[in-house]
């Protein structure tokens, strides 16, 4: 008699496919190590299959997250700071492979809002617990240019604030927020009290808004100062459809006090300032210099370069999250 088949393994039948996550890791993020990574890889691998890989520069993100969701992984998972999330995301965008990202770097603002523990170890045990109850959320994209934002964007002052502690690391991950105030009191001095860049925010129905700083919001936060929510401009969330925007007109330092205040007083909006311009429901603009001048731009924290002009929008629901 010819030989039975073996009989199927039980387990094969009842336990689940597991889900493929790449994890888009940035080595050179705040809190991120080689042994972190390791324990997080290793962790995950208990529930999914996981194929890790190294960020090597600005944008690298961009691409790895673009290539993952090509090759049909479940979800990105990113270990990093905002940085590495805005870069994954801007792969991502409208691709519907969601995104899942792990607390790595000095603020993390975007996992805070999406209700990401803030805690690496509780962060990856949330993650682990996914598996059994996958649902995708989606939340909506901010547009400055060709990047997307996930929270909040900024020309002028603040991204040339930015940039400066962006070429230090080291004292940004060793002083946090308190580099930031240091280097704002710096730049402005330096470049804002005289001759700042001068740029208009030109409105669908033919208003322009002339100013020298301009920022944009996609979230109830536009960072954070430490632990404290810096919120500029009220009103929005990452459901609402569309973004928040405002023009600082000028910066003589009778002003900048008021300004001041009005960010890191959370009831107080900064819409209200006498010497700004606010803008709610905004989902179309344009930004553009009017001296010549490239205008230094950031998104979700991270410098991105100069621009003269530059188309602004939102995406409603263009990212998917897991959470």
Not at 282 to 304: I, M
């Amino acid at each position: 008699m010819p030989s039975s088949a073996p009989a199927p393994d039980a387990s094969a039948l009842t336990s689940p496919k597991r889900r493929r996550l790449a994890v888009v890791v940035n080595p050179n993020a705040t809190t991120t190590s080689p042994r972190l990574r390791s324990l997080v890889v290793h962790a995950l691998s208990h529930r999914y299959e996981v194929e890790p890989v190294d960020t090597e520069g600005p944008r690298h993100a961009i691409e790895l997250a673009r290539q993952a969701a090509a090759d049909g992984v479940d979800a990105v998972v990113t270990l990093g700071g905002d940085g590495t999330v805005n870069e994954a995301a801007n792969g991502l965008a409208g691709t519907g492979v969601p995104l899942m990202p792990l607390p790595g770097g000095a603020t993390n603002v975007f996992h805070r809002l999406i209700g990401m523990p803030g805690e690496i170890v509780d962060a990856t045990e949330h993650v682990l617990s996914l598996a059994d109850r996958w649902e995708t959320t989606p939340v909506d994209l901010g547009r400055i240019g060709d990047r997307w934002f996930t929270f909040s964007a900024g020309v002028g002052l603040d991204a040339s604030v930015v940039d400066r502690v962006d070429q230090r690391p080291t004292l940004k991950a060793r002083l946090g927020p308190w580099y930031y105030a240091t280097s704002a009191v710096s730049t402005f001095l330096k470049h804002y009290v005289k001759d700042p860049p001068q740029l208009v925010l030109e409105l669908p129905d033919g208003r322009e808004l002339h100013g020298v700083t301009a920022i944009f919001q996609n979230a109830p936060e536009f960072t954070f100062f430490s632990r404290r929510p810096v919120r500029l401009l009220h009103g929005e969330d990452l459901h609402s459809g569309h973004l928040s925007g405002a023009v600082l007109r000028h910066t003589r330092p009778t002003v900048m006090p008021g300004v001041t205040m009005r960010a890191l007083i959370t009831p107080m909006d900064l819409g209200g300032h006498r010497a700004v311009d606010a803008v709610q429901g905004l989902t179309s603009a344009v930004l553009r210099s009017t001296d010549g001048r490239p205008l230094p731009f950031q998104v979700d924290g991270d410098y991105v370069g100069g621009i003269e002009r530059a188309e602004v929008g939102v995406s409603p629901g263009g990212l998917l999250v897991v959470v």
